[in-house]
């Protein structure tokens, strides 16, 4: 028996198709095609269909006038293009057409359930969820069909459309991570806002100047901005219970490095301020192993894509960062 006549194969006919022939739907395709990760991704394709060909199929469907349009496969055949420019003799990339009964808002939720590519980054599944919301589906229908556990999450994604524009291009340029924009428009005003990128942005320039990988804004530092705002009183020391650190007069005039210096030297309870009056937890240089070590996997999952799952992981680690903070700084939460 030849396995196309098995009786549990369901037919699904693949096509070769020009790929110069094929349309896009720019009010169809969310994800952002410019951004860096998106350009690393296609250029990582387009290597491997120059050595080895297109071997995972475009999804496509017919649309008016007889044209062809991509459902599933954009970075594909973008990639594809590019390739043939650079001198790539691609005549045809194969293709299966979807579903007959397939219809717009099944289209829009594939998107993210029949993702096969690379991930859609939080902006782009907050996209589909507006469009979904846009077509009349309540928070509960969405998180069903989407296989989200809570409506919580499809609040989240809806908050992330309405940030505004300055703040969406930072996340797709990967200056603030989509998690901070929303904390910042819930609670930061603008020149705090400001503040914290333009401070990001500088920690960014001196660790590339190290060789270094650059930091996302996160939302640590977003809430200790909020907390920094708020009126606190003078905490009482316990001398008995808890070690004070020494402030020997520091060689250097500068005050930040007078107080990095002193506590570093001499150990004990990390300061809960620098001079400037801005959290030492938020400032990667007072930041202990451990909380390197956590602000790295919370990176690391944030670049994992975008789901429910991975937002409750986000969440636990920054938590957890907050208690070993906590504990440096003898602080009884």
């Not at 296609?42 to 999804?59: D, R, Y």
């Not at 150990?267 to 909380?291: C, H, N, Y």
């Not at 996997?297 to 937002?311: C, D, F, P, Q, Y």
Request: aromatic share 4%; with cysteine; charged share 30%.
């Amino acid at each position: 028996m030849r396995f196309q006549d098995h009786p549990a194969v369901q037919r699904r006919d693949m096509f070769q198709v020009d790929p110069r022939k094929l349309k896009v739907d720019p009010n169809f395709n969310v994800r952002g095609m410019d951004s860096r990760e998106t350009r690393d991704h296609i250029a990582g394709l387009k290597a491997s269909i120059i050595a080895n060909g297109v071997k995972v199929p475009l999804e496509v469907r017919m649309g008016e006038r007889d044209q062809i349009f991509i459902v599933s496969g954009h970075c594909r055949h973008v990639a594809v293009l590019e390739a043939i420019k650079e001198g790539a003799e691609i005549a045809t990339v194969p293709c299966i057409l979807e579903k007959q009964s397939t219809n717009e808002i099944d289209r829009t939720v594939n998107l993210i359930v029949a993702n096969s590519g690379k991930p859609l980054a939080p902006l782009e599944v907050a996209a589909v969820v507006k469009r979904l919301d846009d077509y009349g589906w309540n928070p509960k229908q969405i998180a069903e069909r989407l296989g989200w556990k809570s409506t919580n999450t499809v609040k989240q994604h809806l908050e992330m459309v309405a940030l505004p524009e300055d703040a969406k291009k930072k996340v797709r340029e990967g200056k603030v991570s989509a998690t901070t924009a929303r904390q910042m428009a819930k609670g930061v005003d603008r020149e705090t806002a400001e503040r914290l990128w333009k401070e990001n942005e500088e920690e960014n320039r001196k660790i590339m100047g190290k060789g270094g990988r650059t930091k996302k804004l996160t939302p640590r530092k977003v809430r200790q901005a909020k907390e920094a705002a708020k009126p606190r009183p003078e905490a009482k020391s316990d001398s008995a219970s808890q070690p004070q650190v020494p402030t020997p007069e520091p060689a250097s005039t500068d005050p930040y490095s007078a107080a990095l210096d002193a506590w570093k030297r001499c150990g004990g309870l990390r300061p809960e301020k620098r001079p400037d009056g801005i959290p030492t937890r938020s400032d990667q240089q007072w930041m202990t192993q451990a909380e390197m070590a956590i602000s790295g996997a919370m990176a690391a999952v944030e670049k994992a894509g975008a789901s429910e799952a991975l937002t409750d992981a986000v969440t636990l680690l920054s938590k957890a960062r907050d208690r070993v903070a906590d504990h440096v700084e003898g602080v009884n939460p």
